[in-house]
């Protein structure tokens, strides 16, 4: 089994931002891809961002050049920089992980952290 934990959301101002981070631990030789999805109140989860083992990253276009998606081998460890937010940016961020991507972005990948909420309001 794997067990991921996210950290880092919270309350913060539109045009601010936030870092997310989520760390593996278990059985992390079988993941290759790792990724966040959101869910806001009253909507289905989506994709925000996902990164494969070579590095390969997939963005919703909603984000598309405000978030960094990227990924620590050495600390097991996804990170989502999250820049220039705006109050629609408001959800659960939940990180996952699993071995195949088209599994991940596909929303059917096998671990799934507990999420972290991120709200973005004045």
């Known amino acids: 089994q794997m067990q991921l934990v996210e950290s880092g959301g919270g309350l913060v101002q539109p045009g601010g931002s936030l870092r997310l981070s989520c760390t593996a631990s278990?059985?992390?030789?079988?993941?290759?891809?790792m990724g966040w999805y959101r869910q806001a109140p009253g909507k289905e989860r989506e994709l925000v961002a996902a990164i494969n083992n070579g590095g390969i990253t997939n963005y919703s276009d909603s984000v598309k050049g405000r978030f960094t998606i990227s990924r620590d081998n050495i600390k097991n460890t996804v990170y989502l920089q999250m820049n220039s937010l705006k109050p629609e940016d408001t959800a659960v961020y939940y990180c996952?992980?699993?071995?195949?991507?088209?599994?991940?972005?596909?929303?059917?990948?096998?671990?799934w952290g507990q999420g972290t909420q991120v709200t973005v309001s004045s």
């Open positions: 996952t992980a699993g071995s195949r991507s088209s599994d991940l972005l596909l929303g059917r990948a096998r671990y």
């Open positions: 278990g059985s992390i030789f079988s993941i290759n891809a």
